[in-house]
Structure formats: C-alpha cells, structure tokens
C-alpha cells in the first residue's frame, strides 16, 4: 500500500527535450474533433425547435419533454453501460445528441412537411420519414469517419454506440413533436412511442452502424461504399415497415408487426451489441504482452488494464492522488484500447496509412503520459488477472509485482517502436503475459 501523494515531477519542470516535448492543450492527440461551432449550431436548431413547439402548446409541450427525457434517459443509460469498456469523449456523445435533436430533426421536419404537402401524409410517413430521416441520421457516423473523430471509430461498439446517442436525440425531439400534436389522446401515443418503442429509432441506425463498420474493415472502395449503402438502406428498410404496418393495417399491423418482427430483430441486434462488447475486451486483454513486450507499457499496468475491475480500482487510486493524476490514468487507459485496435487492424491486413499513423500517434501519447505522470507507473497490479485467450488461466489470488516506473522506449522524446503485426517465436523467459513480436521503428506522425 503506497503511502502519501507520491511527487508526480508536474513542477520541477522536468518534461522531456524541449524539440520533442508540445504542451497537453497543443498536442493533436488531445482533440476529439468535435467543433464547437457545430456544437452551438445543432443546439441552437434544438432550442429553435423546441421554442416553435412550446408556443404551440406550452404544457403539453413540457410534460412531453418530461416524459420523453425519462423514457429515452433509460436509452441513453443502456448505450453508456455498453460503452463502458472504452468510454467515447464526452464531448463527442454531447454532438452526437444535439445532432439527433437539433440538425436531425430540424432538416426531417422540413422534408416531411413538405413531402405530405405535394404527395400526401401515407406518402411523407411510409416513403419520406424512413429516407430523409435515416440519411440525416446515419450522416452523423459518415461525419464522425472524417478528421480526428476516426480515432474514435475503431470498434462495433464505437460505432453502436454513436448511432444509438445520435438516434436517441432525434427520438427525444420527436416524441416531443407527437405529443404535442395528439395532446387530446396524450396518454396514448405516451404509451406507444415511450413504454413499447423508445428504442426504434436507435434500432434503425443500428443497421447503418453496421454497414459503416464493416465497410471499414475493406480494402476496396467499392465493397466500402456497397457496405454503407446497404447498412443505409437496411435503416431505411426497418423504419419503412415499422411506419407502413400501422399507417395501412391499423392496429393489428402493429402488433403483428412488433411482437413477429420487431422484437426479434431487436433481440438479435442486442446479442450483437453483448458480443462485440466482449470481443473487445478480449482485443485489448490479447494485445497487452505485446504491449508490455515493447515496454509502451509496464507489467503492472498490462494487469490492470486487462479487466474492468483493474481499470476501476487503478482510477480509484489515482483519484486519490488527484485529478491531474486522474485524467493521466483515464489517458493511459483510452490510449492503450486505441492502440490494440489499431493493432488489430494491421494484423488483420488493414496495414494502411491512417493505421500506422494512429498507431505511432498513440504510443507517442502513452509515452507523454508517462513521463508527465510518473504515478501512472506506480499504481499496482490492481484487480484480477485479464484472462488471455490462449494462456493457461492463472492461480486465483496470485498477482504480478507493481511496476516501480521504468521510462517507456522513447523516454528522449522519440515515439516507441511501431508495429510489424508479424507472428513471431517467445522469448526463453516469458513475463506474465504471452509474448507478441518485436516491431519496426517508425516515425512519428504529422505534428499540425
């Protein structure tokens, strides 16, 4: 148990060379790339929005949005307990909503309104809504591929996760919208748009997130765009049903509609959703020997880092010492699941440019963090030892040594090795955690 606040070196002006070294609020790997512009933009839509419709009816409106925040508050739960692994900036999820509540909902009502002026209202919620709304919806993920937010979108989850927080800003807009315009059967549409439905929307751009994940993981362009397409029109295609059913069968379009049909693929979706959330976890727990074999990492930190619990007990202790101290360790920890994804998208054959300049990005973070941090390097092997896949599991109770802070390859400034992603031969003396190969010198990446 180590005792007092151990000196993290933050004031004795001690950084690495000063060529090498740039401030944390200079370096890129700091921004999420979420404007603040768009921010303000999307939020003001919202506001504009939301003004427009108290003034149509302003009790109604504000019970409505009462309502609705607590039946989509649960959605927004579900999505961050999901996200829980490798948590998404909370500036970026912040975006995503306003984008959902605002820029979403704002373009779909122009669209729609004026689709059932020239084609009438069966043609603007069969035909219109599940186009226009999915498009402006599934817009966000397309965005999200460009400038520094693609280091975000690494895993299903990322992608998941951002479809069901953009989706769940529109729903709450929207809900809204239609309570207010059936105030006099209020109770009703409640309970149809917030006990049986609050997850339809991020549901349909589930189907988006899917096909702009995997158009990710190819090489062609045109098996990228013929992914996105299809995850677009998959969106589309589950939104059209669910509005067709009931516009042209009533009632009994409904029910057969949910309980045969929707419920199912709302089910399935949610075992997705569970299992690529463990195949996460289990990305990173295999990536952390390699880590450590290359010293981005110390050993003590490859142990906590490979289970929910560890992560949570090492930010505890790191709490204590401070919130500098904490927001070193939730670096260290955002970093290190970055860079096994990445990892893992060289060694499944995606060894491009955008991957290797992440990759020499992130282990240029942790090496900073490092340096700057010292304490990172002294919390201990907290937690239960990461289950690696393909290593016997190891004797309950026992735990390796704490590190005691060796500097990371690169400690002068320059970045740690880079990643060949070849197969190769154990050393002779294995450290707790399986061995990966060692990996070429690469230089670091554009400084903008």
Not at 134 to 139: D, M, P, S, T
Not at 326 to 350: C, P, Q, S, W, Y
Request: with cysteine.
């Amino acid at each position: 148990m180590m005792q007092g606040r151990p000196d993290t070196g933050l004031h004795r002006g001690n950084h690495p060379n000063p060529q090498h070294y740039r401030p944390p609020a200079q370096r890129s790997v700091i921004k999420v790339g979420a404007p603040l512009a768009l921010i303000i933009v999307c939020g003001v839509l919202m506001l504009l929005l939301l003004g427009l419709i108290f003034l149509a009816n302003p009790g109604v409106m504000l019970l409505g949005a009462v309502v609705s925040a607590v039946a989509i508050g649960v959605v927004v739960f579900c999505y961050l307990m999901l996200d829980r692994w490798e948590p998404e900036p909370p500036r970026l999820l912040l975006l995503a909503f306003l984008w959902g509540a605002g820029l979403s909902t704002a373009v779909a009502m122009v669209f729609n309104t004026l689709a059932g002026a020239l084609f009438g209202d069966v043609f603007a919620t069969i035909i219109s809504a599940p186009f226009v709304e999915e498009l402006i919806k599934g817009a966000f993920l397309l965005f999200m591929l460009t400038g520094r937010r693609r280091k975000e979108m690494t895993s299903l989850v990322d992608h998941l996760v951002f479809a069901g927080i953009v989706a769940a800003g529109f729903a709450w807009a929207e809900d809204i919208l239609y309570l207010v315009d059936n105030a006099a059967n209020f109770s009703g549409v409640a309970v149809v748009r917030l006990v049986f439905s609050p997850f339809a929307h991020p549901l349909f751009t589930t189907m988006t997130a899917l096909g702009v994940y995997y158009a990710g993981r190819k090489k062609s362009s045109g098996a990228k765009v013929g992914l996105i397409i299809a995850g677009f029109a998959g969106a589309m295609l589950l939104h059209f049903i669910w509005n067709a059913a009931p516009t042209l069968f009533g009632v009994v379009g409904l029910l057969v509609m949910y309980f045969l049909f929707m419920v199912p693929v709302f089910v399935g979706l949610v075992v997705v959703a569970i299992i690529a959330r463990r195949r996460e976890q289990q990305l990173v727990v295999k990536a952390l020997p390699g880590l450590v074999r290359d010293k981005i990492i110390t050993p003590a930190q490859g142990h906590w880092l490979g289970t929910s619990a560890g992560r949570k007990e090492a930010r505890t202790l790191a709490k204590q010492q401070g919130p500098q101290v904490l927001k070193a360790t939730r670096t260290m920890i955002d970093a290190t699941t970055e860079l096994a994804f990445a990892r893992d998208r060289i060694d499944n054959g995606l060894d491009d440019a955008r991957s290797r300049a992440m990759h020499a990005e992130l282990t240029e973070t942790i090496a900073i963090d490092r340096r700057e941090n010292p304490y990172v390097d002294q919390i201990p092997a907290v937690g239960p030892a990461p289950a690696i896949p393909g290593q016997p599991q190891p004797v309950p109770g026992h735990q390796p040594p704490p590190h005691q802070g060796q500097p990371p390859q690169g400690h002068q400034g320059q970045p740690p090795q880079g990643y060949q992603g070849q197969p190769g031969p154990p050393p002779q003396q294995q450290p707790p955690y399986q061995q990966q190969p060692p990996y070429q010198q690469q230089p670091p990446p554009p400084r903008g």
